[in-house]
């Protein structure tokens, strides 16, 4: 576990360089008083993106993978949209800290600092007593999105691919962007 802790103290400060291009992930319709929204990501080199197909088969706004889908979550970065409810971003995280540690009373948190130059953001590793660890950043677009995000991934504790997993998981959550989203017009039918 400490190696996780040492890999996000370096990638942290850093934002990794987006590969080439700034492509929508994701997008939601409008919700009460949120707008439509969009999350922008180059996804890491080798990785797949989906919106439409696992994602919602599981019930969350996108998924970057590795390989072929497996339908385990460990090494899998989700996104999760939500309308805003909680007054700040510190209030996201320790209702999520509560909620963690209120499932696994012999878990433990640790913050790490994300600096995504977009929007401010802030993270926690969860280290579980089932030897799974789980990377968590939390991130706010601004009041007037409606909304706040969230990117996840767990992976087994001392897992061998574990640096290059949190170099690419730091990368997506330093580099994505909030988007209003305008859907585009409906095509014509003749």
Request: with cysteine; glycine share 6%; proline share 6%.
């Amino acid at each position: 576990m400490k190696n996780i802790f040492l890999a996000l103290a370096l990638l942290a400060p850093c934002a990794a360089a987006a590969a080439a291009g700034d492509e929508v992930l994701a997008h939601g319709v409008r919700d009460g008083k949120a707008p439509a929204w969009a999350i922008a990501v180059a996804s890491p080199a080798g990785w797949t993106r989906d919106c439409c197909t696992y994602a919602k088969a599981i019930g969350v706004d996108a998924v970057l993978y590795q390989g072929e889908w497996t339908g385990k979550p460990e090494r899998v970065m989700v996104l999760n949209v939500w309308p805003r409810k909680l007054a700040t971003l510190a209030d996201e995280l320790a209702a999520d800290r509560k909620h963690y540690l209120q499932r696994d009373a012999k878990g433990k948190a640790t913050d790490i600092r994300i600096r995504n130059p977009h929007m401010p953001c802030a993270g926690v590793v969860y280290e579980g007593s089932d030897h799974v660890d789980d990377a968590v950043v939390f991130c706010d677009p601004g009041a007037v999105s409606g909304i706040r995000l969230s990117w996840s991934m767990s992976f087994a504790d001392g897992d061998a691919t574990q640096r290059a997993l949190l170099d690419a998981f730091m990368q997506v959550a330093t580099n994505a962007r909030y988007r209003r989203y305008v859907e585009p017009p409906a095509a014509k039918t003749p």
